[in-house]
Nanobody, 117 residues
Framework: QVQLVESGGGLVQPGGSLRLSCAAS????????MSWYRQAPGKEREMVAS????????IYGDSVKGRFTISRDNAKNTVYLQMNSLKPEDTAVYLC??????????WGQGTQVTVSS
């Protein structure tokens, strides 16, 4: 059974940091590119960051460049999102996605991040 379980969300003040984790199981993690998306109420789902299957290539959304860092540990079947200098507009549900060419995509259930004073 495929599972992607996000954790690490919570309430943080503006300027603070959080580290999200997404633990994968039920598929061969090291073959899949991984991405973090976010969705705020009333807004479209937005790609935050992506990382290639071997971790050698990363892509970031314009709104988070220079503040967020995506990484992965293929030995632990886990992808991370380090979020620094958080802003109120970063408030959203953060979801991870696994994708591979010619294969199904998998999504997690998400973890809530709230940036507020």
């Amino acid at each position: 059974q495929v599972q992607l379980v996000e954790s690490g969300g919570g309430l943080v003040q503006p300027g603070g940091s959080l580290r999200l984790s997404c633990a994968a199981s039920g598929f061969t993690f090291r073959y899949y590119a991984m991405s973090w998306y976010r969705q705020a109420p009333g807004k479209e789902r937005e790609m935050v960051a992506s990382i290639s299957s071997d971790g050698g290539s990363t892509i970031y959304g314009d709104s988070v460049k220079g503040r967020f860092t995506i990484s992965r540990d293929n030995a632990k079947n886990t992808v991370y999102l380090q979020m620094n200098s958080l802003k109120p507009e970063d408030t959203a549900v953060y979801l991870c996605k696994a994708r591979r060419a010619m294969a199904a995509e998998y999504w997690g259930q998400g973890t809530q991040v709230t940036v507020s004073s």
